[in-house]
C-alpha cells in the first residue's frame, strides 16, 4: 500500500510540529514516525524519500522560510497558531525550493491540511498567502551579497547569522558558501565493516544483493558509502551485525588511536558505541575496552550494539568522565576523549542543530572539554597514548583546548596526527576535517603520547 502525497505531507506535518512544539530531535522523531508507517505497510521507498525530504528541508530552511512569509503576511507570524505556521513552512518549503512539485499541489495540499487542523478563517489564510507567493515570488530579495556577505548567505543557505559570521571570518565568504551548501546536501550512509565477523568484500557483495547501491570508502579500510537503500531496519545484514553506521571521519579516530590486541584502553565519553566497537574490533575482540559516560541509558545502547556485533571486550561504566582520573590513574595504555561538543561539523546530518545552538556554547563547552581531556590523561601509562576528538570545527574546542592542555602537561607531545591516517597521509600535527574539502563530517582530531 502506498501512502497518498497528501498523507505523506501530513505525516511530514506531524513531525515537523513535534520538532517546532516538543524540542523533539529531527532524526529521531522523523525515524520514530517512519517505522510506525512501515510496521503498518503504508509507505514506499518513494513515500520515505518525499517525507524525509519534507521534513529536513523545512527544518532546515526554518529562518529563512519565516523571513520570505514576511514578505507576505500582515501580521508577524508569531501571531499564528504553531500548527498553521508549520503548514505554511511547509508550503513554502515547496512552492521555493522542491521543483518537481507543481505550485497547485503545494498551494492546495496546504489547504487540505488546513482543513483539518484549522477553521474557515484560517483556511482563508493559508489559501490567500500561498496563492500570493506563488503568483508573487519577486517578493522575495536577497540581501546583496557584496554589501551585506553574512545576512545574504544565512538566509540563502539557511544558517544562523552568528555561526555565518565566523566561518566568513576564517575562511571567507566564497569558502563559506561552499560549506553551507554542502551542510544542506543529504549525506550518503556511511558504515563501517565488522571486521570481527565479515570482510570488507564480502559485507559489499551482501549489501548488493540487499539491493543497496555502495562503493567502498576511500578514509577507512572498513568503510563503505552506500547512496541507495532500502529501509535499514529491513537489512538482515545489519541485525547480523555485519556493519555498524558510522561516519567515515569518525572511522578515521580508532584508527589515529591505533589500539593493539591485548591492551586496555579507555573511551571516555564513549556511548553509543560507534568508536568503542571500532577500537574493539581493531583489537580483534582481545584485551579490554572501557566505555565510559555519564548516562547509562546511552551506554545501554552501545551494549546492544557491542552485541549484535558480537564484540566481548567492551565493559561499560556510567561515571562523569570528569572522575576517570581517580578510578583510573596511570592504568590505560590507551585514552579516547571524543568531547562532547557543539557538533558544528554535523550540521548536515542534524538538520535541526543549526537552530538549536548559539555562540554562547562556545563560552561554556570548553571548560569541560579542558576538565575531560586533563582527567583522561591522568589514566594513561607512561608511553601511552592520548586521543581528543570532536566533530566540530571550532578552534574554542579542538586546537585551543589541545594547545592549553600541552602548555599545562609537558609529560605530554604532540605527534604527528595526520601520519597515522589510515588512507593518504597529512603532515598536519592537528587533523581538521571539513566537510566542503574533505568530503565528511567535520571533525579535530590530535594524537599525543605521555612519556612519562
Known amino acids: 500500500m502506498t501512502t497518498k502525497k497528501n498523507d505523506a505531507r501530513e505525516i511530514a506535518l506531524k513531525v515537523i510540529n513535534d520538532i517546532e512544539t516538543n524540542g523533539a530531535y529531527a532524526n529521531i522523531a522523523l525515524n520514530r514516525e517512519i517505522n510506525?508507517?512501515?510496521?503498518?505497510?503504508?509507505?514506499?521507498?518513494?513515500?520515505?524519500r518525499f517525507i524525509t525530504e519534507l521534513?529536513?528541508?523545512?527544518?532546515?530552511?526554518?529562518?529563512?522560510?519565516?523571513?520570505?512569509?514576511?514578505?507576505?503576511?500582515?501580521?508577524?507570524?508569531?501571531?499564528?497558531?504553531p500548527v498553521i505556521r508549520n503548514i505554511l513552512r511547509l508550503g513554502m518549503y515547496q512552492l521555493f525550493f522542491l521543483e518537481k512539485v507543481p505550485a497547485s499541489a503545494a498551494c492546495n495540499q496546504a489547504v487540505e491540511l488546513t482543513k483539518k487542523y484549522g477553521h474557515a478563517g484560517t483556511v482563508k489564510f493559508v489559501n490567500g498567502v500561498l496563492r500570493n507567493a506563488a503568483r508573487s515570488p519577486e517578493k522575495i530579495v536577497y540581501p546583496d551579497p557584496d554589501k551585506q556577505p553574512v545576512q545574504y548567505l544565512a538566509l540563502k543557505y539557511f544558517h544562523p547569522e552568528w555561526l555565518i559570521t565566523r566561518w566568513v571570518a576564517r575562511l571567507g565568504a566564497a569558502a563559506c558558501q561552499e560549506l553551507c551548501q554542502l551542510n544542506n546536501t543529504t549525506p550518503p550512509l556511511s558504515i563501517r565493516t565488522n571486521t570481527v565477523k565479515t570482510s570488507r568484500p564480502e559485507l559489499l557483495q551482501r549489501l548488493t544483493d540487499e539491493g543497496v547501491t555502495c562503493e567502498l570508502s576511500d578514509w577507512a579500510p572498513e568503510g563503505i558509502i552506500c547512496y541507495g537503500h532500502p529501509g535499514l531496519n529491513t537489512l538482515a545484514?545489519?541485525?547480523?551485525?555485519?556493519?555498524?553506521?558510522?561516519?567515515?571521519?569518525?572511522?578515521?579516530?580508532?584508527?589515529?588511536?591505533?589500539?593493539?590486541?591485548?591492551?586496555?584502553?579507555?573511551?571516555?565519553?564513549?556511548?553509543?558505541?560507534?568508536?568503542?566497537?571500532h577500537i574493539a574490533a581493531l583489537m580483534n575482540n582481545t584485551g579490554k575496552v572501557l566505555s565510559t559516560d555519564i548516562y547509562e541509558h546511552k551506554l545501554a545502547l552501545t551494549r546492544e550494539n557491542a552485541s549484535r556485533l558480537g564484540l566481548t571486550n567492551i565493559e561499560t561504566r556510567a561515571l562523569d568522565a570528569v572522575?576517570?582520573?581517580?578510578?583510573?590513574?596511570?592504568?590505560?595504555?590507551?585514552?579516547?576523549?571524543?568531547a562532547p561538543c557543539s557538533g558544528l561539523g554535523v550540521l548536515r546530518r542534524k538538520p535541526d542543530s543549526r537552530w538549536r545552538k548559539t555562540e554562547d556554547i562556545l563560552q561554556d563547552l570548553p571548560r569541560l572539554q579542558s576538565a575531560i581531556l586533563a582527567s583522561a590523561a591522568r589514566c594513561v601509562k607512561p608511553g601511552g597514548v592520548l586521543v581528543y576528538s570532536t566533530c566540530?570545527?571550532?578552534?574554542?574546542?579542538?586546537?585551543?583546548?589541545?594547545?592549553?592542555?600541552?602548555?599545562?602537561?609537558p609529560q605530554f607531545s604532540l605527534e604527528t596526527t595526520?601520519?597515522?591516517?589510515?588512507?593518504?597521509?597529512?603532515?598536519?600535527?592537528?587533523?581538521?576535517?571539513?566537510?566542503?574539502?574533505?568530503?565528511?563530517?567535520g571533525f579535530f582530531i590530535a594524537r599525543m603520547r605521555r612519556q612519562n
Open 323 to 338: 572522575n576517570l582520573d581517580s578510578m583510573y590513574p596511570l592504568k590505560a595504555d590507551r585514552v579516547l576523549v571524543d
Open 418 to 441: 595526520g601520519q597515522y591516517l589510515p588512507g593518504k597521509k597529512r603532515p598536519a600535527t592537528m587533523l581538521q576535517l571539513w566537510p566542503h574539502t574533505d568530503g565528511v563530517d
Open 36 to 48: 510506525r508507517q512501515l510496521s503498518q505497510g503504508q509507505l514506499s521507498d518513494q513515500d520515505r
Open 55 to 81: 521534513v529536513y528541508g523545512t527544518v532546515k530552511a526554518g529562518a529563512t522560510l519565516d523571513w520570505m512569509l514576511s514578505s507576505y503576511l500582515s501580521r508577524p507570524l508569531t501571531k499564528v497558531a
Open 392 to 409: 566540530t570545527t571550532e578552534p574554542e574546542e579542538n586546537q585551543d583546548i589541545v594547545q592549553a592542555f600541552l602548555q599545562v602537561q
Open 237 to 277: 545484514s545489519l541485525r547480523a551485525g555485519l556493519f555498524q553506521v558510522q561516519d567515515e571521519s569518525s572511522m578515521v579516530v580508532a584508527h589515529i588511536l591505533d589500539p593493539q590486541p591485548g591492551e586496555f584502553i579507555i573511551d571516555a565519553c564513549g556511548a553509543p558505541g560507534g568508536k568503542t566497537t
